[in-house]
Antibody, heavy 123, light 114 residues
Framework: EVQLLESGGTLVQPGGSLRLSCAAS????????MSWVRQAPGKRLEWVSI????????YYADSVKGRFTISRDNSKNTLYLQMNSLRAEDTAIYYC????????????????WGQGTLVTVSS | DIVMTQSPDSLAVSLGERATINCKSS????????????IAWFQQKPGQPPKLLIY???TRESGVPDRFTGSGSGTDFTLTISSLQAEDVAVYYC??????????FGQGTKLEIK
């Protein structure tokens, strides 16, 4: 059974930093691209970043480019999101999501999502 | 960026009746090389993460009841629930994965019982 468990969300001041983690199990982690998707209160889902299974290829949303860094440790089956220079508008539930197709890291839907971790940016 | 627009924003349907949710993309999400539309539909219940219902616009995810059907091609797509059940109350989102970055989602459609 595929399981994704996010952690690391908390209250942080504007300008601060935070690292989120997503522990994965139930599948061959290194074979699949993983994404972070966030949802601000009452808002639509917003994709944040994607990382290929090998860790060699990434994309970011313009809203986080230069501030957030996605990474993974395939030996620990864990995905990370380092978040720097946080802003109030980064307040959201952050979900990690698994890509469906091991042969196409980009053009693939998300088939499993974690329960999410709440990040609140406020003074 | 491809903009995804859903209609309506909210919908109230009687139990056992049909519910129809529409999704329009600002450009075609049909790949001519494989004739697939790169659209997914998700269901999100309060306090829960999104759950995949449909991918490739019309392929039902394993375990999803057959009352959920996805259709459409090009820029216009529909999610139909043939006979609404109480457990179907949720917000439904469409998403394109044709052109990234970024993946983009619709604004969501809130489905309630009438």
């Amino acid at each position: 059974e595929v399981q994704l468990l996010e952690s690391g969300g908390t209250l942080v001041q504007p300008g601060g930093s935070l690292r989120l983690s997503c522990a994965a199990s139930g599948f061959t982690f290194s074979s699949y691209a993983m994404s972070w998707v966030r949802q601000a209160p009452g808002k639509r889902l917003e994709w944040v970043s994607i990382l290929s299974g090998s860790g060699g290829n990434t994309y970011y949303a313009d809203s986080v480019k230069g501030r957030f860094t996605i990474s993974r440790d395939n030996s620990k089956n864990t995905l990370y999101l380092q978040m720097n220079s946080l802003r109030a508008e980064d307040t959201a539930i952050y979900y990690c999501a698994k890509g469906y197709d091991p042969h196409d890291w980009v053009l693939s839907h998300f088939d499993y999502w974690g329960q999410g971790t709440l990040v609140t940016v406020s003074s | 960026d491809i903009v995804m627009t859903q209609s309506p924003d909210s919908l109230a349907v009687s139990l056992g009746e049909r519910a129809t949710i529409n999704c329009k993309s600002s450009q075609s999400v049909l790949y001519s090389s494989n004739n697939k539309n790169y659209i997914a539909w998700f269901q999100q219940k309060p306090g829960q993460p999104p759950k995949l219902l449909i991918y490739w616009a019309s392929t039902r995810e394993s375990g999803v009841p057959d009352r959920f059907t996805g259709s459409g091609s090009g820029t216009d797509f529909t999610l139909t629930i043939s006979s609404l059940q109480a457990e179907d109350v949720a917000v439904y989102y469409c998403q394109q994965y044709y052109s990234i970055p970024p993946y983009t989602f619709g604004q969501g459609t809130k489905l309630e019982i009438k």
